[in-house]
């Protein structure tokens, strides 16, 4: 197992690599330029500017600045936000995104699994159908009409929840849900189907010959192989999620990474783009090499090669 964890670790790496690479040059063919936008700015002026951020190098010797600081955690400084680098950026945004986004994953992963299991277990009855139906609407409306819906209702008509902020445990509450709904749904259906196949499996069947109860067959056999879709699931969901929701965060007016990230895009922030996708892309390969290992630990049966 210890060569196999070296071995992803160093696929890892070079996909890492790789990702920094395309999104360095991808950003250089990018027509304009970061200082465009800036009012009546000089020949001078531009050039001084392109001197400051090493811009007026040639490419390559960029690239393999930009590569070597990044390496020391040094994504370089903002060429929008003066005086800030990206670095800092991050760390600032990253913990309220995290926060948002582990609540919101663990309220999923909480919800969604329970539900998928009682779904499978009463398969065309009125319980299935209308956990069926919670779940496609849950992956068919978009994230901003959940937000709409809730800071409607429970913000504006009844008053309970505020709805802009983060400044108490009430301010989590709608951005947690409306964030956590379509994993939510997608869970619980992925479980579902999971749960389905297990539950007609030989063993199963076997299980329940010999006399094992309904919840000891479903809890210490069926789960077990069930869950499995879903922990390879919950790794890019993860990474994705702790990073930040641009609509969630833009309509409840949270400062988290997501909205920094698309700011940045509109802004032509390129240290900043640069920055966050390599951060982006880091989280979601090592939760994947996660989610690799915890495969052998949720069932020792599963070969790591």
């Known amino acids: ?35 465009l936008s800036e009012k009546a700015v000089s020949p001078a002026a531009m050039a001084a500017l392109e001197a400051k951020y090493g811009l007026d190098k040639p ?31 991050i ?8 926060r948002i986004g582990g609540l919101a994953v663990l309220a999923a992963f909480c919800i969604g699994v329970p539900l998928g299991c009682i779904s499978a277990m009463n398969r065309g009855k009125l319980g299935d159908s209308i956990i069926i139906v919670i779940a496609t609407c849950g992956i068919a409306v978009p994230s901003f009409v959940i937000c709409t819906v809730l800071m409607y209702t429970f913000g504006v008509r009844l008053g309970w929840l505020p709805t802009l902020g983060l400044g108490s445990w009430k301010h989590y509450i709608m951005p947690v849900t409306a964030l956590a709904f379509y994993p939510t749904a997608y869970i619980t259906r992925l479980m579902r189907s999971s ?20 919840f000891a067959s479903l809890f210490k056999h069926a789960l077990r192989n069930a869950i499995l879709p879903v922990v390879t699931y919950l790794g890019p969901l993860l990474a994705y999620t702790v ?61 790591l090669k």
């Open 1 to 35: 197992m210890f060569k196999y964890i070296l071995k992803r670790l160093g696929i890892a790496v070079v996909t890492i690599w790789l990702i920094a690479t395309l999104t360095f040059f991808l950003m250089n063919m990018v027509p304009g330029g970061p200082f």
């Open 59 to 89: 490419l390559l010797q960029q690239y393999v600045t930009y590569i070597g600081d990044a390496l020391h955690g040094d994504f370089g400084d903002s060429l929008k936000q003066r005086g800030r680098t990206v670095t800092s950026i």
């Open 243 to 303: 990073t930040g929701s641009f609509i969630v965060e833009k309509i409840f007016t949270i400062p988290g990474l997501g909205g920094e990230f698309i700011g940045s895009i509109t802004n032509r922030d390129y240290t900043v783009i640069m920055g966050t996708t390599i951060f982006l892309a880091t989280l979601m390969i090592l939760m994947n090499v996660v989610v690799d290992i915890v495969y052998k630990l949720v069932d020792p049966r599963i070969k």
């Open 91 to 98: 760390a600032t945004k990253f913990p309220v995104s995290a």
């Open 195 to 214: 749960m389905l196949d297990v539950l007609g499996q030989d063993y199963m069947r076997t299980a329940r010959a010999k006399g094992v109860s309904q």
